[in-house]
Each structure stands twice: as structure tokens, then as C-alpha cells.
């Protein structure tokens, strides 16, 4: 590793540290300077600032942005589309549950809206829909981005809401059983899904799609 790396591994790793202590009120240059034992000229050099910073952060943490090719192996293609949402929303917990950290950052991105924040999430959004988009259309018989906003965005907020409640309705939510509930709910939910994007490959299915869209273009 080079010296410019590890000195960048080293501003990171204090930029972690810091979110840990303090929180995101905490976080600033001088902060994160201090900790890594380095100027802030530095961090400004490395990073382009704050922002870039953290930016760096999340692509290492966030699970969009660490999973932009979800679905690019030929083994995922092969699983239903119902099996690799629950695939997905299974990674959300436990990369969320695992990394308080993350959660900290998430829970900042709810309520600061700024150069930051806006990246982060624009981010997300768009390696997000690289996932959906291939699902999105298969079928008319579901609005699949809009079904599963509903079930992500229950994942991120009962994950996000344990940091001050214990429970939700009565289900724990600081436990691996709790936990286990709750994405006894998810797999609950799928199998209301339309059958054949619970039954039928996604290769098959967007070949399908391909062949369908071909033949209505035929004169």
C-alpha cells in the first residue's frame, strides 16, 4: 500500500471513529484532522473537502453503492424475481444491522438536506434502479418499484427506529429474532407477488419480455 493510502485509510478510519463518538453533529474537518493526526490541507487534497470525504465513506459501506451488480452474474439471473428481492432486502438488514455506523449516516440523510446528503442519495437512486429496472415491467400485474419502496423503506425505518425504540407493535427490534419476524413478513409479502415472478427465472422472463416487444414492432 502506498503512503498516500494509507494516510487516506487512516482519514477514513478516523472519520468512522468520530460518527461512532459524537454522532454526525460532531463530524467536520478540524474533527476528523485531528483524529487521523493530520492537517486539514490534507484531507482537502485527498478528499476535495467534507464532502468528498464522506463520499468516499459510503462507497465503501453503503449496500447500493458497494452492490452495483446485483443482478450481473448469470447465477442471479436464474433466480424468480421474487427470490431476489428477498436476496436483497436479506443484504439491507443485515449490512444495516450490522453497522451502527451506517445507520448514524442514514439517520443524518433523513433530516439534513445538503450538497452531501443529495449526493449520497442520488447515488443510491441510481444504483437502485439498475436493480429495479430489471424487474420493473416483467409483469402487468404488479408495480414492482412501487411494492418494493414499501417494503424497503419499512427495513430502512424499523432499522433506523431501533436506535430509540425497542420494539415496533410488540416486535422486537434489537434482536435477531425480532429480525427474523420481520423478514418472515417480507417472504409473506412476496408470496403475494404474481406467480410467475415467483416461479419463473428472470432470464427467462426478460426474454420473454424481449420477444414480445419484438414481435409488436413487426409490421
Known amino acids: 500500500?502506498?503512503?498516500?493510502?494509507?494516510?487516506?485509510?487512516?482519514?477514513?478510519?478516523?472519520?468512522e471513529?468520530?460518527?461512532?463518538?459524537t454522532g454526525m453533529g460532531g463530524v467536520g474537518?478540524?474533527?476528523?484532522?485531528?483524529?487521523?493526526?493530520?492537517?486539514?490541507?490534507?484531507?482537502?487534497?485527498?478528499f476535495d473537502g467534507?464532502?468528498?470525504?464522506?463520499?468516499?465513506?459510503?462507497?465503501?459501506?453503503?449496500?447500493?453503492t458497494s452492490h452495483r451488480d446485483f443482478l450481473a452474474s448469470g447465477e442471479s439471473s436464474q433466480q424468480p424475481p421474487g427470490a431476489l428481492v428477498l436476496s436483497m432486502l436479506r443484504a439491507q438488514i443485515e449490512a444495516l444491522g450490522k453497522n451502527e455506523t451506517l445507520r448514524?449516516?442514514?439517520?443524518?440523510?433523513?433530516?439534513?438536506?445538503?450538497?452531501?446528503?443529495?449526493?449520497?442519495?442520488?447515488?443510491?437512486?441510481?444504483?437502485?434502479?439498475s436493480f429495479i429496472d430489471r424487474i420493473d415491467g416483467l409483469t402487468p400485474d404488479m408495480d414492482v418499484p412501487a411494492v418494493v419502496s414499501i417494503m424497503l423503506a419499512g427495513v430502512l425505518y424499523l432499522m433506523l427506529r431501533s436506535k430509540t425504540e425497542s420494539h415496533f407493535l410488540g416486535v422486537p427490534?434489537?434482536?435477531n429474532e425480532g429480525w427474523e419476524r420481520l423478514y418472515a413478513a417480507l417472504e409473506h409479502i412476496v408470496q403475494a407477488f404474481p406467480q410467475d415472478l415467483k416461479q419463473e427465472s428472470?432470464?427467462?422472463?426478460?426474454?420473454?419480455?424481449?420477444?414480445?416487444?419484438?414481435?409488436?414492432?413487426?409490421?
Open 173 to 175: 427490534l434489537r434482536t
Open 29 to 46: 474537518i478540524n474533527a476528523i484532522a485531528n483524529r487521523a493526526g493530520v492537517s486539514k490541507e490534507l484531507i482537502y487534497r485527498y
Open 17 to 21: 471513529e468520530q460518527i461512532r463518538e
Open 202 to 219: 428472470l432470464a427467462t422472463l426478460e426474454a420473454r419480455r424481449t420477444a414480445t416487444s419484438s414481435k409488436s414492432k413487426e409490421p
Open 104 to 129: 448514524e449516516v442514514r439517520r443524518w440523510e433523513l433530516v439534513e438536506v445538503n450538497d452531501v446528503t443529495a449526493q449520497l442519495a442520488n447515488r443510491r437512486e441510481k444504483a437502485a434502479r
Open 50 to 64: 467534507m464532502s468528498g470525504l464522506m463520499l468516499a465513506w459510503m462507497q465503501e459501506q453503503d449496500f447500493w
Open 1 to 15: 500500500m502506498s503512503r498516500r493510502k494509507r494516510t487516506e485509510r487512516q482519514i477514513l478510519d478516523a472519520l
